[in-house]
């Protein structure tokens, strides 16, 4: 029919040339059917050569809108825009659906070639998460070494004769005569910072630390530890809390909050136990949280006025805040881990999941 | 410390139960005594009655069943009873149908034929002590039908408070009961008593000698005759049992009583085995021996403190007493001891013997040097009270150098400046006074506290001050942060270099983890540095340190092998540790492990097995990652560890900074692995010293043309010589040499080996024409040709 009626209208150019309007709708109509029943890719190309190229049949009726009775020009030429934005349209549509080329049809079941991926151990990822929001509050990381001496250990860090860390048993030694050991704590990293250069100090110290304690599914000989110092003029507790806090919303969510029971340790006064909101309960009770609501994450306080004067700081003008946290205890928190020792089992079954 | 609520009612008038037994062990949390749990106690005897046994019979068919009538008020119920001692008469508790046991309830029964309805009930089955020699006897007093619960019933909250190593001052109901007269708002009711004397005075009977008053600043004793011992009141029991304390007999359990009370221990010996009627406080010869109470055999040293008479010792000072002097039933005379021990010396003992007892444990953290008076005088009283006899007149104290209180300025100021935020002055008043902490106001800074002898924790301004939030509430402290960026950088080099190279071996598909520093000597062994000993290891497989990461590295391969985990690429960066001319030192070191598969085998391509290419590419990438170009690999200064066929050592400025490759098959063995290892190691500190220098080039606009070249050479020829004359003759249009193939096999002389090399041409100016470029690929030919022993395919 489209073929015929072109040809007639063709040949027949000046008999009749006037197209009614009616017919035109009626053109456009199997126009548009025919594309819609392109079946493949190739014959969707065909009619865009046919009706849509610059010398397809489209463009061929527009050239005859000046043949057109007036009364009827306006009108005709909108058909005809509408005709060609929806065949340019309806073909760009078929296209993309037949796109993908039939004869190079794969199993699509085949699994992906992945590239090869590596992973940050899950204790380390933690620590590098830490260590981000720290730095983010203005802190900076310090280090220091694993072998310590007593006074490092101890002595400066305000240790009473008699407190029970002290006990040679419950530390690893490594030479006993000239009084060094592995560290305890990572606090001696805060005493060589302070003994270092003047305040004001404000630093964190990720890092190992060893006990002679025998190994279960909640402690391991070896461990991390994140110790947090800020000595300046003007710290005080309640900025020590705000500070801790800011630090738990940022691990644990907007909702988190802190709260502070006071404590005993001797290199801080006065010190507190840090509890914060249980994070898989909110705060409602669970089993994680022994239905308290609360998960106690660390210790904190501010630094003993003797440990700043042992290092020759002005305890008058400088206050500070010193706090402690377990890393591994964080990591098991954060994934669900019931064991401790998975972390140092390094089991790659284990370490791939993460 | 365990404390009941009922026994705490007898000092502060405050009432717990259910409904506010959380809130309080909340409460009590936030003023520094966490409980660990709350423990309900309760015993309601519900369906427990009073009895009164009418009449007994013998059972028809069962010889030790009695059949018994028994009146519980309101009727006569028919009971059969299987307890030898049950008598027509008796005032017995009955557990009527429907009373609870902890594992069964009573029902109307038959027993042998004869109906039972209910059960007389011996002590043990009431909870009240272990005896069940028979059925309990009740006094007479009792009307049947009076509830149980009437004579035993109670409710109790225990709980179990944690207390911090500095307050052994809370150890006690008073001492605690002090903070929690605090915390209710309450009054706290010393207990009082009438002690009365007899005219014997106990320097007549008894003579007392410190020969260390450094280590016994105070001993003080009373002595108390013909007493007799024997099982104490019900209440007392009760009040023991609550705590977790066994009673024992009335003296000794009076001297629990007080400890608990006071958190002053003491200590009551039978005056009759004290030799020479003296006490004699000395310390421990060498080697000498003494029993304690619980039968435990000690060899002691010249550190410990110890209780004398002027023969024996008879008790280890503050901490256990002997078993030589012990109080028993044949008791008449006791000697009661009041004292104060130095901490440090009650330490020693505790360490040297490792004996934790109620004693140690408050003389280890400092009782009042200064109650004495108090406890000893209590404990005569209900000595008097429970078990009769006569306190001889007076209390011998020796107390050379009485220990005075402190004396100690707070400054508001300061308090505040510390705290952050401020505590009004009255406040702090009020509250450090309501805990015994005297205050005076010195000026509108000042206050001055008086510390009383029982915190020695509090002996500086600091202490005060965390006094003073401690009562204004730790949960009332406000949030306050301050943003302030440090113009100064801190951060540590090593630290964001570790963390650098991290990332670099992350993102070559690594995987870290995490070892033990701890490791066993012979895992050390075959590196070169000297590794150290740990001095008391936990055990065999963790007595030295790692002197390399390759020690964690092969042996965390050689676990994961043994699960059937095949492919094995890891690396760790951390602290090694060794020893160097007789100093300990500690490393920041990195290596990388690779073995087994690397790319597991895919629907399309084979698996690959780690070679030494692997690792040879890890370390060039690093290198490249680093922006390093000047180091040189070497097949020489290659340590034993590794296999010097398949292993090159890594020389900067002519320095060698590390080795990578092959690790021996002798190494291998070591870590009982059977496949190869292929691994890298460097130190962080060498790896701080590549600077490299990121420069971005300027991209050529025209084409690149790619030529490729086969050469066929010997084939002990090395690529790299190649490679070299091919740059030589490419001018500066050549940019780039790859590898592409390597071919050895049967089209070409088993002597030889054949290498595809791939050029890419391109010029900065222009496009180059195919002339131009066949004119420099002609150069490099015929460059082979001239300067080696090469043929081009």
């Known amino acids: ?354 | 410390m365990k404390i009941s609520a009922k026994w705490l009612k007898d000092y502060i008038d405050f009432d717990i139960d259910a409904s506010n037994a959380n809130e309080i062990a909340h409460r009590l949390a936030i003023l520094g005594f966490e409980s660990e749990a709350v423990e309900y106690v309760n015993k309601n005897y519900e369906n427990f009655v009073v009895g009164k046994v009418l009449e007994c019979s013998k059972h028809p068919d069962a010889d030790r069943l009695t059949v018994c009538k028994v009146n519980v008020g309101d009727e006569d119920l028919q009971i059969v009873c299987g307890a030898p001692n049950v008598k027509e008469g008796q005032t017995v508790p009955v557990a009527l149908v429907g009373a609870q046991f902890p594992d069964f309830k009573i029902k109307k029964a038959k027993m042998r034929g004869i109906e039972s309805n209910g059960m007389i009930c011996a002590e043990d089955e009431l909870g009240l002590s272990d005896n069940h020699d028979g059925i309990m006897v009740l006094d007479d007093k009792y009307n049947p039908g009076t509830p149980l619960k009437d004579l035993f019933g109670f409710e109790d909250h225990v709980f179990d408070l944690e207390v911090t190593a500095n307050r052994a001052d809370a150890l006690g109901y008073l001492g605690f009961g002090r903070e929690f007269a605090f915390l209710t708002g309450k009054k706290l009711q010393i207990p009082e008593f009438e002690l009365k004397e007899s005219n014997v005075k106990i320097e007549d009977n008894i003579n007392i000698e410190i020969q260390d008053t450094d280590a016994c600043p105070r001993y003080s004793a009373r002595l108390i005759k013909d007493i007799t011992v024997k099982d104490s009141p019900k209440w007392l029991q009760e009040k023991l049992i609550a705590v977790g304390l066994r009673p024992i007999n009335n003296v000794v359990d009076i001297t629990n009583f007080v400890l608990m009370e006071t958190g002053h221990p003491l200590h009551a010996f039978d005056f009759n085995d004290i030799a020479g009627k003296k006490i004699i406080v000395r310390k421990a010869k060498n080697g000498e021996e003494f029993t304690t109470l619980d039968d435990n055999k000690l060899k002691l040293n010249d550190d410990i403190l110890l209780i004398c008479d002027v023969e024996k010792p008879v008790a280890l000072a503050g901490v256990m007493g002997g078993l030589n002097s012990g109080v028993t039933e044949k008791t008449t005379d006791v000697l009661l001891e009041v004292a104060y021990f130095n901490l440090a010396d009650i330490r020693h003992t505790v360490k040297h013997t490792n004996i934790l007892s109620d004693s140690s444990k408050r003389f280890e953290r400092g009782v009042d040097p200064n109650n004495a008076e108090f406890v000893v005088d209590r404990a005569a009283a209900l000595i008097n009270e429970l078990a009769g006899g006569e306190t001889t007149k007076g209390i011998f104290d020796v107390y050379p150098k009485k220990i005075k209180e402190l004396t100690i300025e707070l400054r508001l100021s300061r308090t505040e400046k510390l705290l952050g935020f401020k505590i009004d002055k009255e406040d702090i008043i009020h509250s450090l006074n309501s805990i015994d902490l005297r205050t005076e106001v010195k000026s509108e800074d000042v206050l001055s506290v008086q510390v009383p002898t029982f915190r020695p924790d509090i002996t500086r301004e600091i202490d005060l001050i965390e006094e003073v939030v401690r009562l204004y509430g730790y949960d009332k402290i406000p949030d306050q942060t301050k943003s302030n960026v440090d113009l100064k950088i801190n951060e540590d080099p090593e630290e964001l270099e570790i963390d650098n190279i991290r990332e670099q071996l992350v993102n070559m598909g690594l995987i870290e983890i995490s070892a033990k520093s701890m490791v066993d000597l012979k895992y050390c062994l075959p590196f070169e540095k000297k590794p150290i000993r740990i001095q008391h290891p936990l055990n065999e497989e963790m007595n030295h340190l790692r002197n390399s990461i390759l020690t964690s590295l092969a042996n965390i391969a050689d676990k994961n092998i043994r699960r059937k985990y095949d492919s094995i690429n890891i690396f760790e960066v951390g602290k090694i540790f060794y020893e160097i001319n007789g100093k300990l030192e500690e490393k920041n070191s990195f290596a990388v492990l690779l073995s087994g598969i690397n790319r597991k085998q895919q629907w399309n391509e084979s698996e690959l097995e780690y070679d030494f290419y692997d690792i040879k590419g890890i370390v060039e990438r690093f290198f490249e990652l680093k922006k390093v170009n000047d180091v040189k690999y070497e097949n020489k200064d290659i340590p034993d560890y590794f296999n010097r066929s398949q292993s090159l050592s890594v020389f900067r400025n002519g320095n060698k900074i590390a080795t990578f490759g092959k690790l021996s098959t002798d190494t291998t063995r070591i870590f009982e692995i059977k496949s190869d290892i292929f691994c890298f190691e460097m130190l962080v500190e060498d790896c701080m010293e590549l600077k490299g220098e990121c420069t971005i080039k300027e991209l050529s606009k025209y084409p690149k043309v790619k030529k490729d070249l086969s050469v066929l050479m010997n084939d002990d020829e090395e690529s790299l010589t190649i490679a070299n004359v091919i740059k030589k003759y490419g001018g500066k249009e050549l940019i780039n040499i790859l590898t592409t193939d390597h071919y050895k096999g049967e089209q070409i002389d088993p002597d030889k080996k054949s290498y595809t090399f791939r050029m890419e041409f391109q010029s900065m100016d222009k496009t180059l024409t195919d002339k131009e470029i066949d004119k420099i690929f002609n150069k490099i030919i015929n460059g082979l040709k001239k300067d080696l022993n090469v043929e081009i395919r």
Request: charged letters at 30%; a negative charge.
């Open chain 1, 1 to 354: 029919m489209i073929e015929e009626y072109c040809q007639i209208d063709m040949k027949e150019d000046k008999t009749d040339n006037l197209m009614k309007i009616d017919e035109l709708k009626q053109l456009k109509n199997e126009i548009l059917s025919e594309i819609g029943n392109s079946s493949t890719y190739e014959i969707v190309e065909e009619k865009r050569i046919k009706y849509l190229s610059k010398k397809g049949m489209i463009p061929e009726l527009f050239s005859k809108i000046k043949e057109v009775q007036n009364q009827d020009k306006k009108e005709f030429g909108q058909i005809l825009n509408s005709l060609r934005e929806e065949a340019y349209e309806l073909i760009n549509r078929l296209k993309a659906g037949f796109s993908n080329n039939e004869d190079n049809k794969i199993d699509l079941t085949l699994p992906g070639r992945k590239l090869p991926v590596g992973k940050y151990h899950p204790l380390y990822k933690m620590r590098d998460e830490i260590k981000q929001i720290f730095r983010q509050m203005g802190f900076s990381v310090a280090i220091g070494p694993e072998i310590e001496t007593e006074h490092y250990i101890f002595d400066a860090l305000n240790m009473p004769e008699w407190h029970p860390a002290r006990k040679v048993t419950d530390s690893l030694y490594v030479d006993k005569d000239s009084q060094l050991l592995l560290r305890t704590e990572t606090s001696s990293v805060q005493i060589r910072t302070m003994e270092k250069s003047d305040p004001p100090y404000r630093i964190i110290c990720p890092g190992r630390v060893y006990r002679n304690e025998k190994e279960n599914s909640t402690h391991t000989a070896m461990f991390m530890q994140l110790e947090g110092l800020y000595v300046d003029e003007n710290v005080s507790f309640a900025e020590l809390k705000g500070t801790l806090l800011a630090f738990f919303k940022h691990l644990y969510g907007q909702e988190t909050n802190v709260r502070f029971r006071p404590h005993y340790f001797p290199f801080t006064e006065p010190s507190a136990e840090v509890d914060v909101t249980c994070f898989k309960c909110g705060g409602d009770g669970c089993s994680l949280c022994k239905n308290s609501g609360w998960i106690e994450l660390g210790g904190c306080g501010m630094v003993h006025p003797k440990l700043l004067e042992n290092v020759g700081v002005d305890s008058e003008k400088y206050t500070g805040f010193a706090f402690g946290l377990g890393i591994e205890r964080l990591t098991m928190l954060k994934y669900g881990l019931n064991d401790i020792r998975d972390i140092y089992e390094n089991d790659l079954r284990f370490l791939e999941q993460f």
